[in-house]
């Protein structure tokens, strides 16, 4: 079979394996769909040493596909099942790995991820512990489950902290793929949405897939255009997906009294720095939001099956595993939505 390998320096390479047996307890996973995500980037920008490291582990976190094979003591998923993996990995025993929560284990062999720390779901076939396996109901398709098991997860887990007031009006900072899928997924729960990044390619795909307004912040200050888009009052709930410490500061301001900040983007700024009078004066909640439960899986697959998203609108580009080199290279350039890998239904 064929995987994509870092070799870093911005290089990934495509080679040759031989196909993955599953052991006791494990999976073999048929690859359908899989995602580049923004962290990939950052180990395809990795030195050559951090790739040598790696020793020829595939890249890719973002699995979903059909269960080709099971090994010994696996009663679930059966062989023929559709999946999307859950890409962090845990101990499997320890309380926050037997509550769903495996990316936040850090016992033992925790803390690792598939593309990271093992081969991941750049491939035809993917090993992965069968716990991981989720279901993924014939309804959802491989392009929707890839994003739930990263970008669009995450920020469905984001937008489960914030009371829904249907109605009330959402503002997302930093239109991403986690972002996007945030600001679609927010509109499909009944909010008025707002968008804002500076990234023109991501603006134009914003206001091209979604139906909400959508604010280019280096032609408008968002925070005049926010107030005067609602009459003054600001905004029920902020998803700030940016990273960026400007905006960290706007999602304080534009939030009205009594509203939801959910900080979901990482950013290289390691201090969030708001001004203590939006949090104090309008009585806001500030949350923080890292990746998503398996719960939290389950929710967003019920939601959607209730609530149709166009989620298939944020993937911009679509490439065999083959053209890997090509696929990381532009999605590198920035003028792209979500990347994928796919294989033929
Ligand atoms: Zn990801
Ligand atoms: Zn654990």
Same mark, same amino acid.
């Given at each position: 079979?064929?995987?994509?390998?870092?070799?870093?320096?911005?290089?990934? *390479? @495509?080679? /040759?394996? !031989?196909?993955?047996?599953? +052991? $006791?307890?494990?999976?073999?996973? #048929?690859?359908?769909?899989?995602?580049?995500?923004?962290?990939?980037?950052?180990?395809?920008?990795?030195?050559?040493?951090?790739?040598?490291?790696?020793?020829?582990?595939?890249?890719?976190?973002?699995?979903?596909?059909?269960?080709?094979?099971?090994? $010994?003591? @696996? /009663?679930? !998923?059966?062989?023929?099942?559709?999946?999307?993996?859950?890409?962090?990995?845990?101990?499997?025993?320890?309380?926050?790995?037997?509550?769903?929560?495996?990316?936040?284990?850090?016992?033992?062999?925790?803390?690792?991820? &598939? %593309?990271?720390?093992?081969? %991941?779901?750049?491939?035809?076939?993917?090993?992965?512990?069968?716990?991981?396996?989720? $279901?993924?109901?014939?309804?959802?398709?491989?392009?929707? =489950?890839? #994003?739930?098991?990263?970008?669009? %997860?995450?920020?469905?887990?984001?937008?489960?902290?914030? !009371?829904?007031?249907?109605?009330?009006?959402?503002?997302?900072?930093?239109?991403?793929?986690?972002?996007?899928?945030?600001?679609?997924?927010?509109?499909?729960?009944?909010?008025?949405?707002?968008?804002?990044?500076?990234?023109?390619?991501?603006?134009?795909?914003?206001?091209?897939?979604?139906?909400?307004?959508?604010?280019?912040? #280096?032609?408008?200050? !968002?925070?005049?255009?926010?107030?005067?888009?609602?009459?003054?009052?600001?905004?029920?709930?902020?998803?700030?997906?940016?990273?960026?410490?400007? =905006?960290?500061?706007?999602?304080?301001?534009?939030?009205?009294?009594?509203?939801?900040?959910?900080?979901?983007?990482?950013?290289?700024?390691? /201090?969030?720095? @708001?001004?203590?009078? /939006?949090?104090?004066?309008?009585?806001?909640?500030?949350? +923080?939001?890292?990746?998503?439960?398996?719960?939290?899986?389950?929710?967003? @697959? *019920?939601?959607?099956?209730?609530?149709?998203?166009?989620?298939?609108?944020?993937?911009?580009?679509?490439?065999?595993?083959? *053209?890997?080199?090509? =696929? &990381?290279?532009?999605?590198?350039?920035? #003028?792209?939505?979500?990347?994928? &890998?796919?294989?033929?239904?």
């Amino acid at each position: 079979m064929k995987g994509v390998v870092y070799l870093g320096d911005s290089q990934v *390479e @495509v080679r /040759d394996f !031989p196909e993955p047996e599953p +052991g $006791p307890g494990q999976v073999l996973i #048929q690859s359908k769909v899989a995602g580049l995500c923004g962290s990939d980037l950052h180990k395809y920008h990795s030195s050559r040493t951090w790739a040598n490291e790696r020793n020829g582990m595939i890249s890719g976190h973002e699995p979903t596909g059909i269960v080709a094979a099971v090994g $010994p003591n @696996v /009663d679930h !998923p059966c062989v023929g099942d559709r999946v999307c993996v859950y890409h962090r990995l845990g101990c499997g025993h320890c309380m926050d790995c037997r509550s769903g929560n495996a990316a936040f284990c850090d016992e033992g062999s925790g803390s690792g991820a &598939f %593309g990271r720390t093992q081969d %991941g779901s750049h491939a035809d076939y993917m090993l992965t512990e069968a716990r991981y396996c989720l $279901p993924l109901p014939d309804a959802l398709s491989f392009t929707v =489950a890839t #994003q739930l098991a990263c970008t669009a %997860g995450t920020a469905f887990s984001a937008l489960r902290k914030i !009371p829904t007031h249907v109605g009330d009006t959402l503002v997302v900072f930093g239109l991403g793929p986690v972002g996007l899928s945030g600001l679609l997924l927010g509109i499909g729960m009944g909010y008025r949405g707002i968008g804002v990044d500076t990234h023109p390619y991501r603006v134009d795909l914003a206001r091209k897939v979604g139906k909400g307004q959508v604010i280019n912040a #280096q032609n408008d200050d !968002p925070v005049d255009a926010i107030r005067d888009l609602t009459g003054g009052t600001g905004v029920g709930g902020v998803l700030e997906c940016s990273g960026n410490a400007i =905006a960290r500061k706007q999602a304080a301001t534009v939030a009205s009294r009594g509203a939801t900040v959910v900080y979901v983007g990482g950013g290289s700024a390691p /201090d969030l720095t @708001v001004d203590f009078a /939006d949090v104090l004066t309008k009585d806001l909640t500030v949350r +923080g939001n890292s990746v998503f439960s398996m719960a939290s899986y389950f929710a967003a @697959v *019920e939601f959607l099956l209730k609530k149709p998203v166009a989620l298939n609108q944020i993937v911009t580009h679509r490439f065999k595993i083959a *053209e890997a080199v090509e =696929a &990381f290279s532009l999605f590198d350039t920035g #003028q792209t939505g979500k990347v994928v &890998f796919e294989w033929d239904e």
